[in-house]
């Protein structure tokens, strides 16, 4: 990862931008992450079960990894449990869970009832899915160790593609908290009861425009401006205030001025 740490937000986003397949590239043929994907690929069309998956620690830790679910790992009674749940069961362990990491990986693997009758592993489109979504979680987690701002914009872009809903929005703290950010909510509609916290979405957010591309963008770069005004940098604040008001190319022109150096940059693949 490049480092962002101490840049303002926006100039970090945008050098993010700018730089991002290289350093997808990087993570992806750097020795270790390279070693994590040559024995993902070589073994996982054997694993049909969910039991097979548990039995080789390299496969588990790769999936869990692929899920932002690294600090789970050594949960394994748990997650075997949530693998071999019935979805179908509202008293299923994995609609139990709230947090919805753990819903998005039973969905994705597609073990069957009992954990058993897997077909997606030997599909190379379902395993190329399963790389590139390992590569963009190192990308984007390495991105929340600098700057929680940035993460939280390439967070949403990931995930904006599935909000249909206020809930989607709800039952994910880091959506709503983006959310709450570009809308000008207060902290305090956590405290309201749920369905009510539903209703104030509803009517602020046109969840039509989060299939327009250029919406979207929109929506991020004001979440950046925000949150950047309300960080308390004078530097930040000024880009902020030239943003919210409209004037982005005025905000941005010397941020790509910073940008013209960056194939100048000495990229390092140590860090992974």
Excluded: C
């Amino acid at each position: 990862m490049i480092p962002i740490s101490g840049l303002p937000s926006l100039t970090a986003l945008n050098l993010v931008d700018a730089t991002r397949d290289k350093q997808l590239d990087l993570i992806r043929n750097s020795a270790q992450h390279k070693r994590a994907i040559e024995h993902f690929r070589e073994n996982i069309k054997d694993v049909e079960t969910v039991d097979q998956l548990m039995a080789d620690q390299d496969l588990y830790a790769f999936v869990m990894r692929a899920f932002d679910l690294e600090d789970q790992i050594f949960g394994k009674g748990m997650i075997e449990k949530v693998l071999k749940s019935n979805i179908e069961e509202s008293d299923a362990l994995v609609n139990r869970l709230t947090d919805t990491r753990f819903r998005e990986m039973y969905t994705e693997l597609g073990f069957g009832t009992n954990g058993e009758g897997n077909l997606n592993t030997i599909l190379k489109t379902w395993q190329n899915r399963m790389v590139n979504r390992y590569v963009e979680r190192q990308f984007i987690n390495s991105t929340w160790d600098q700057n929680e701002t940035v993460a939280t914009a390439l967070e949403f872009r990931k995930a904006v593609k599935d909000i249909d809903t206020p809930y989607d929005i709800l039952k994910d703290p880091t959506m709503t908290d983006f959310f709450r950010t570009v809308y000008g909510l207060p902290k305090q509609l956590s405290g309201l009861d749920i369905d009510k916290q539903a209703e104030i979405i509803e009517a602020k957010v046109d969840f039509d425009a989060l299939t327009d591309p250029a919406e979207v963008e929109k929506m991020v770069r004001k979440y950046v401006a925000i949150s950047e005004a309300l960080s308390g940098s004078a530097a930040a604040n000024n880009a902020a205030v030239q943003m919210l008001s409209g004037n982005v190319g005025n905000a941005t022109n010397s941020i790509f001025s910073i940008l013209e150096g960056v194939g100048r940059i000495s990229y390092s693949a140590s860090r992974y």
